[in-house]
């Protein structure tokens, strides 16, 4: 638990999370550079990130490739913690 507020996420959790948030924010711009964007959902306990495309990106041809060979290959290689990215409704 949290000491400050008694929440159930962890400082670690947290720190881990905000990486993710971050690396997110930096990706960001070259979807919307395209009319589409992503947006953080959610991490699990396994640390899978759950994430939803936005704007153009959503229902794109290539969004699944966009989700896996771009969004993953970064979030993996900037916080290495991550197992892995999933596009959620």
């Known amino acids: 638990m949290c000491e400050k507020c008694g929440c159930s996420e962890t400082n670690a959790e947290k720190i881990l999370k905000d990486k993710v948030k971050e690396t997110i924010e930096n990706i960001r711009p070259s979807l919307q550079a395209h009319g589409g964007d992503v947006e953080f959902v959610a991490m699990d306990d396994d640390n899978t990130v759950k994430l939803r495309l936005q704007g153009a990106c959503q229902g794109c041809p290539g969004a699944q490739l ?24």
């Open 66 to 89: 966009t989700m896996k060979m771009g969004i993953e290959r970064i979030l993996k290689e900037k916080v290495p913690q991550v197992k892995k990215v999933v596009a959620v409704g």
